[in-house]
């Protein structure tokens, strides 16, 4: 009789520490799981393609000669498709995901024209200079947080220079995902540079007419170089920026640039998939736009670079010709309405920025105290955020090293252990 009463108190008591069907959370109607890997590069453990079928996802804009396409491994994980529709999404999860003792799980939000693979896990995956020093580590910030004890997760995008608000809901997406998977009701955030976006539109309801409002489900907010306050680098430093992407001069960055002409060699090229500003049947980059805002009253604007003035404020220069930033801008920037929204007070945040304007490989940021292309201020502004439990400036750190940065990694498991 007392080894069975032994035995019923046990049941009992596991009844009440393990979610029931009836009382775990499930994944949501409007989420198809596709596709489950299992044989995934740099560490991971497992990569899942979800879509998402509301109504309202679209088949955004990719550039002609293909430099904005999946590449490496995320082209399987997308189906054999270079240029997936927006709907969809991968989930990539890092061993441990599921048995790691932090009870509190960790989603990581990549920046623009990357993905989780090099952003996270491989900095070194695309060669020299890709992760913004001379050499590139072969793990980064999933392995440190993996191994510290975390149940790491990160999502990957289908568009590299996404609509933020359609990928903001794809961040209320990959949680509510996890919230299924591990049994959990709350999920930590950490976005990096264009990441940041996403991740604090989600919680902050920022999203599409049709899109789905914060669920409260997220306990801490981490931002590493987020443009909390925006950025103007293209349109400051217009003339450096477009060499690395127009194709007459040799470019081939996966970027916008602040001009629809440019002077090549002799060659006055008309190119209008480049632009910030939607232009000539194409919007291949809605997510930067999303990101602008001025600092020309704040820093001045680099008058050392050709054309400078026609670059920031528009019209015809002796070498290019462009809308400005202010038409960029009116087309579509979310860094107002970011900020009027706010950050929910229950969602603690902390703010990390870079200190070091030497990004290997592009002009760097220098009319302020920068990261190479994100100012110090703008990572650290605190606008709209009423819970700022902690900030830090990682001095020795640029903008492309705050995935792996030792420093960096450090930083982010402090705060992740901190009690909220």
Same mark, same amino acid.
């Given at each position: ?17 393990v979610? %029931? ?21 740099n560490?991971w ?12 996802? *679209? ?6 000669d ?11 994980f ?16 890092a ?53 510290a004890?975390?149940?790491v997760?990160?999502?990957g995008?289908?568009?590299k ?10 961040v ?11 049994g ?41 170089? #987020? ?12 003339w ?22 440019? %002077? ?5 090229a008309?190119?209008p ?5 939607? *232009?000539? #049947? ?21 008058q ?9 404020? #528009?019209? &015809? ?6 809308p400005g930033? &202010? ?10 309405r970011?900020?009027q ?7 603690? %945040? ?7 304007p ?5 002009f ?10 994100v100012?110090e201020s ?12 902690? *900030?830090?400036?990682v ?26």
């Open positions: 009789m007392r080894r069975l009463w032994t035995v019923v108190v046990a049941a009992l008591i596991g009844a009440l520490l979610p %029931t069907a009836a009382h775990a959370a499930t994944i949501p109607s409007y989420l198809t799981m596709e596709q489950r890997y299992t044989s995934v590069a560490g453990d497992t990569v899942e393609r979800y879509l998402d079928t509301t109504p309202g996802f *679209t088949q955004e804009d990719y550039p002609p293909g430099r904005g396409d999946q590449d490496g491994q995320r082209v399987t997308f189906g054999g498709v270079k240029q997936p529709f927006s709907g969809r999404f991968l989930l990539y999860a061993p441990g995901a599921t048995t790691n003792p932090e009870p509190v799980p960790v989603l990581l939000v990549h920046g623009a024209n990357d993905n989780p693979d090099r952003a996270w896990a491989n900095p070194g995956e695309s060669g020299g200079f890709g992760c913004g020093a001379l050499s590139c580590p072969g793990t980064g910030m999933m392995q440190y947080l993996s191994n004890g975390y149940r997760f990160a999502i995008f289908a568009h220079e996404g609509d933020n608000l359609m990928q903001a809901q794809q209320g997406d990959a949680i509510a995902v996890i919230k299924a998977k591990l959990v009701s709350t999920v930590d955030l950490v976005g990096w540079s264009k990441g940041e976006m996403s991740a604090r539109m989600y919680v902050s309801s920022v999203g599409p007419s049709w899109g789905r409002p914060y669920a409260g489900d997220v306990r801490k907010l981490i931002t590493l170089g #987020g443009p909390n306050a925006g950025y103007d680098y293209p349109f400051a430093h217009g450096a920026h477009d060499l690395s992407i127009w194709p007459e001069c040799g470019g081939s960055i996966n970027s916008p640039a602040p001009h629809t002409y440019m %002077t090549c060699y002799g060659l006055y008309y190119h998939e480049f632009s910030f500003v939607p *232009t000539g #049947g194409y919007d291949c980059y809605p997510g930067q736009r999303q990101m602008l805002a001025r600092f020309d009253q704040t820093y001045g604007i680099d050392t670079q050709q054309d400078w003035y026609t670059t920031y404020y #528009g019209g &015809q220069g002796f070498y290019t010709k462009g930033i &202010q038409a960029a801008i009116d087309a579509g920037s979310l860094i107002a970011i900020q929204a706010g950050v929910p007070a229950s969602v603690s %945040t902390y703010l990390l920025a870079g200190g070091s030497s990004v290997v490989g592009i760097n940021e220098d009319r302020g105290p920068s990261d190479g292309v100012f703008s990572a650290l502004a605190t606008a709209g955020i009423p819970t700022v439990v902690g *900030t830090a400036l001095a020795g750190a640029n903008h492309l090293e705050l995935g792996w940065y030792p420093a960096v990694e450090s930083q982010v498991a402090h705060w992740l252990a901190e009690e909220s």
